[in-house]
């Protein structure tokens, strides 16, 4: 199980650095008219690089929850919060830049 549980950490890992390769480079091309504010620019791909940091750490959790058994329902529930998280951060910050307000 050990084996298998590295395994789903090692492609959660891949997976996320797929998704920072091919969401950054779009979220870099956002403001190509230069309509918002550099520093409302600056701030949405912050908030990008942090919500896929936390996304890539859920992966932690779900491979324990495959290695330890007795555990798993918790390491579950913690997964299911850091995946919630990381993608309530990505999708809020880029709403927010997209408001109507380009200050």
């Known amino acids: 199980m050990t084996v ?8 959660w890992l ?10 950054i480079p779009g979220g870099l091309m ?5 309509f918002y ?6 701030t ?3 908030g990008l690089a942090l919500g896929q940091l936390v ?7 779900l491979g324990l929850s495959i290695a330890f058994a007795e555990t798993r ?3 579950l529930s913690t997964f299911a919060g850091l995946l919630a998280a990381g993608v309530v ?11 109507r307000d380009p200050r």
């Open 55 to 61: 996304v890539a750490a859920a992966g932690l959790p």
């Open 73 to 75: 329902s918790s390491h």
């Open 89 to 99: 951060l990505q999708v809020g910050f880029v709403l927010w830049f997209f408001a």
């Open 14 to 23: 891949i997976a996320c650095v797929v998704w920072a390769v091919m969401s």
């Open 4 to 11: 298998l549980a590295v395994a789903v950490v090692v492609l």
């Open 30 to 34: 956002a403001n190509a008219s230069g």
């Open 44 to 46: 949405m791909l912050a």
């Open 37 to 42: 504010a550099p520093a409302r620019h600056m």
